[in-house]
């Protein structure tokens, strides 16, 4: 029954991990992809200003400054990277209803005898989890190589005027990501290790 519980508590963490970065900027604005910030000084004044442009899951924010240069890089970014950025709430999707599957065999496991508990709900689980596992970490490679690569373009094509930070989002992905891998290994070995099965 433990391992029962530490699964489910798994695909908690990793449900809120990931919905959490699926509502990231505009919506969250505290939870972001990447951040991009122009710098623009006067020498006569010896003033500067800075221009900053997050960008989350359904787009972008910039501050209240804003700077024509970051404002058309934000542009062009958000058109390319939306593409692939919608399959964070996919994997959001397939962790739900893993977890749902888990609250089923919690339930059905703590209430009906051993005899008549059916095999269907943890092997479905097994299947759900897999998805959502697979998902989450091809979710954090592609993010991850978005902003790798933005990264080295931003910095090469303005010539350092505006710089590319990597975002929490990410590192909250990945951490769904091995909830996700652990609680498979915790599956494994509470219904399939050496024909296991309470």
Same mark, same amino acid.
């Given at each position: 029954?433990?391992?029962?519980?530490?699964?489910? &508590?798994?695909?908690?963490?990793?449900?809120?991990?990931?919905?959490?970065?699926?509502?990231?900027?505009?919506?969250?604005?505290?939870?972001?992809?990447?951040?991009?910030?122009?710098?623009?000084?006067?020498?006569?004044?010896?003033? =500067?200003?800075?221009?900053?442009?997050?960008?989350?899951?359904?787009?972008? &924010?910039? =501050?209240?400054?804003?700077?024509?240069?970051?404002? =058309?890089?934000?542009?062009?970014?958000?058109?390319? =990277?939306?593409?692939?950025?919608?399959?964070?709430?996919?994997? &959001?999707?397939?962790?739900?209803?893993?977890?749902?599957?888990?609250?089923?065999?919690?339930?059905?496991?703590?209430?009906?005898?051993?005899?008549?508990?059916?095999?269907?709900?943890?092997?479905?689980?097994?299947?759900?989890?897999?998805?959502?596992?697979?998902?989450?970490? /091809?979710?954090?490679?592609?993010?991850?190589?978005?902003?790798?690569?933005? #990264?080295?373009? /931003?910095?090469?094509?303005?010539?350092?005027?505006?710089?590319?930070?990597?975002?929490?989002?990410?590192?909250?992905?990945?951490?769904?990501?091995?909830?996700? /891998?652990? &609680?498979?290994?915790?599956?494994?070995? #509470?219904?399939?290790?050496?024909?296991?099965?309470?």
């Amino acid at each position: 029954m433990f391992l029962l519980l530490l699964i489910l &508590c798994l695909l908690l963490a990793a449900l809120i991990m990931l919905l959490l970065v699926t509502l990231s900027v505009p919506i969250i604005k505290t939870i972001y992809l990447f951040r991009l910030v122009a710098q623009d000084s006067i020498a006569i004044v010896d003033a =500067s200003a800075n221009a900053t442009a997050t960008f989350g899951v359904w787009g972008y &924010c910039i =501050s209240a400054l804003q700077a024509s240069q970051a404002n =058309s890089i934000a542009n062009s970014i958000s058109r390319t =990277s939306t593409f692939v950025l919608v399959l964070h709430p996919i994997a &959001c999707g397939f962790t739900f209803v893993a977890y749902l599957i888990a609250v089923y065999t919690y339930i059905q496991r703590r209430h009906v005898s051993r005899i008549s508990v059916k095999p269907l709900p943890p092997i479905l689980l097994f299947i759900s989890t897999t998805f959502a596992a697979i998902l989450s970490l /091809v979710v954090f490679a592609i993010d991850a190589g978005v902003v790798g690569t933005l #990264r080295k373009t /931003v910095h090469d094509d303005t010539d350092g005027l505006v710089t590319l930070t990597w975002g929490n989002g990410i590192w909250v992905t990945l951490g769904a990501a091995i909830a996700l /891998v652990t &609680c498979l290994f915790c599956q494994w070995r #509470r219904f399939g290790c050496c024909g296991r099965h309470g």
